[in-house]
């Protein structure tokens, strides 16, 4: 990322490290403009999920990050987010243990194949696929007014197939968290509701736990190879730790059907994004 792209970001305040981490300049303006992206990234995440899709274009926003660098130092910070909202849904929200646990158990194992995937192959190999997704899942969404209103299971929830259903969705999307990122929460709380029938506000509870051990199956792989730029890191984990706690209890007082449309907007949004992306490639 070339520096006059972000120049106006770092004019807010002086160098902190100089050239910083792995040649990342990191500044006080750089770093309070990342504590309000993980704020407003931590609430989003909490309530429906897709947080990265702010927090992940602030990271590369930053002059000298590279994508895996951002990609790795967004993980720092959702996963404090996820932390925060997960406890605070496991408080008030049972989400269905049986599914969500395994499904959690294979995401790590998941994501950890993607982060070491992110290090070799091109994100433009998956933007394609992944807005024809998002586009479809919107769509299904708004076409079902009812879907996720309440729990309608799909299977006995202590069937095999209740079970195969919920550990597939989460090492699939595990591996898609850790190549990329942006939408991984959007992804579990759908497929929660379309795949196994739970309403929305269990789909959130439950796609919180899997994504915390998505994020942890990233780091797995992404701290010990060097890769998280530490300052900038713990900046978006202070914005999520307060946007997780407020996001959660956010969800859980207005229901269901707020989660809903918090979803549709946020699938459009990514759907926008990507698709900028990816014009912006081709042209």
């Given at each position: ?196 029938g739970f309403s929305f506000l269990q789909a959130s509870a439950s796609g919180k736990v899997v994504n915390w051990a998505t994020n942890l199956g990233a780091l797995l792989f ?54 900028w992306d990816l014009l912006a490639s081709v042209l």
């Amino acid at each position: 990322m070339s520096g006059s792209a972000a120049g106006p970001l770092l004019a807010a305040g002086e160098a902190l490290t100089g050239s910083g981490e792995g040649g990342v300049e990191v500044t006080l303006g750089l770093v309070l403009l990342l504590l309000a992206a993980g704020l407003v990234a931590g609430w989003l995440d909490a309530v429906v999920g897709g947080g990265g899709i702010i927090q992940l274009p602030a990271l590369l926003l930053v002059p000298g990050i590279t994508p895996v660098q951002a990609l790795a130092t967004n993980k720092v910070g959702s996963i404090a987010g996820t932390t925060v909202s997960a406890a605070t849904y496991l408080r008030r929200v049972s989400p269905d243990k049986s599914a969500a646990l395994p499904a959690a158990g294979l995401a790590l194992v998941g994501a950890v194949l993607g982060a070491m995937l992110a290090t070799v192959v091109p994100e433009a190999v998956f933007r394609p696929v992944i807005l024809v997704v998002i586009v479809g899942v919107a769509l299904f969404t708004l076409l079902k007014p009812s879907l996720g209103a309440e729990a309608m299971l799909r299977y006995p929830p202590d069937s095999k197939r209740h079970h195969a259903t919920a550990w597939a969705l989460g090492f699939c999307v595990g591996v898609y968290d850790g190549v990329l990122g942006p939408g991984t929460g959007s992804f579990l709380v759908i497929g929660f509701v379309a795949l196994l029938g739970f309403s929305f506000l269990q789909a959130s509870a439950s796609g919180k736990v899997v994504n915390w051990a998505t994020n942890l199956g990233a780091l797995l792989f992404f701290v010990p190879a060097g890769h998280v730029v530490w300052p900038l890191g713990l900046a978006v984990a202070a914005g999520n730790i307060a946007g997780g706690w407020l996001g959660a209890r956010t969800a859980i007082r207005l229901g269901s059907g707020f989660v809903r449309i918090v979803f549709i907007v946020v699938a459009s949004l990514l759907v926008l994004t990507l698709g900028w992306d990816l014009l912006a490639s081709v042209l």
